[in-house]
């Protein structure tokens, strides 16, 4: 089998790479900066130029390939959109992928984005699964929660250099996954059969508000976390107003995403094993593990490079 991963840079396309060499596939991955993603050829794959903006450099890319993993979500930068990318060069990619006579299109999604199509992103998401079911491909569909990567940056990071942390007043839960979870899902789920033309959730069997997570950053980390609660309307305003510019779309997608990640309902085909998924306190239980140790030895090294009058 011979894959083409798009998306190959990003949090989930990086771990999903990494898997698909490990279990001895045949992968190439989509980039449009060849440098910046030779960490990929590195673990093994093969770097193809190509850009999605361009569809005359998507042909070649396409050769000899069987199966396309699509783990992109393209944001707003200079004067192209997420519609001309996420929707209209998608759409001919699938149209090139049918001529260049590709097995199997993996797409993924986000969860619940059918209870949000007023989010631009979640829309294009939407329009995008249509098409790909429409298309004749064979095809699966992977509904992703949020990741647990993204605490990182929102939370840990902010925590360990004291920085404040804006916080919905709500209670209203999320759901996380590990990135390499999703990643061992999807390279699984190529050699199952009966996971052809279905739509499947990632889910979990845990959910957290903002403020449990804030708790366990606090219990691993050793540091009272500095927060500010924000009510959820002034969440709802601000993503109202700043939708209203197309350039901060990406920004009004974040602040509407608090409220849309709830429990997935029952619309999903199917449900899959995950009594192997790693959990999120364990998770931040080794990073903070790491973390801690490192700035350690940061300090001590300092401390004896530190001059003595």
């Not at 390939?65 to 996420?86: G, M, Q």
């Not at 840990?156 to 004291?162: E, G, H, P, T």
């Not at 490192?294 to 530190?306: C, G, P, R, W």
């Amino acid at each position: 089998m011979s894959l083409l991963i798009i998306g190959a840079t990003g949090t989930v396309g990086r771990q999903i790479t990494k898997k698909a060499v490990e279990k001895g596939l045949k992968v190439k991955c989509l980039v449009r900066n060849l440098r910046k993603a030779s960490f990929l050829k590195e673990w093994g794959a093969e770097l193809v130029y190509g850009d999605l903006s361009i569809p005359q450099s998507l042909p070649n890319t396409l050769k000899g390939v069987t199966c396309i993993i699509d783990a992109s979500t393209t944001r707003p930068y200079e004067f192209l959109t997420s519609e001309k990318l996420d929707w209209v060069a998608k759409k001919k990619l699938l149209d090139l992928a049918k001529l260049a006579k590709v097995k199997k299109y993996v797409f993924l999604s986000i969860l619940n984005s059918h209870k949000k199509e007023n989010i631009p992103l979640m829309n294009l998401k939407i329009r995008f699964e249509k098409q790909l079911v429409d298309s004749g491909l064979d095809y699966t569909v992977f509904y992703l929660p949020s990741l647990f990567q993204g605490i990182i940056s929102q939370y840990a990071v902010s925590i360990l250099d004291q920085q404040t942390i804006v916080v919905p007043k709500s209670d209203n839960k999320m759901m996380y996954i590990d990135a390499q979870d999703i990643a061992e899902t999807v390279v699984n789920s190529l050699y199952l059969e009966p996971q052809k033309n279905k739509r499947i959730p990632l889910i979990t069997n845990e959910t957290w508000s903002p403020q449990e997570i804030i708790a366990l950053c606090e219990k691993y980390s050793g540091q009272k976390a500095k927060t500010l609660y924000t009510p959820n309307i002034a969440l709802q305003f601000f993503a109202w107003f700043f939708r209203l510019f197309q350039w901060s779309w990406s920004l009004s997608e974040q602040l509407t995403l608090v409220e849309s990640n709830e429990t997935p309902n029952k619309v999903y085909l199917e449900k899959i094993d995950i009594s192997k998924f790693n959990t999120l306190e364990e998770y931040l239980k080794d990073y903070f593990s790491v973390m801690l140790k490192k700035l350690k030895e940061i300090n001590v090294k300092q401390s004896k490079e530190a001059p003595i009058f």
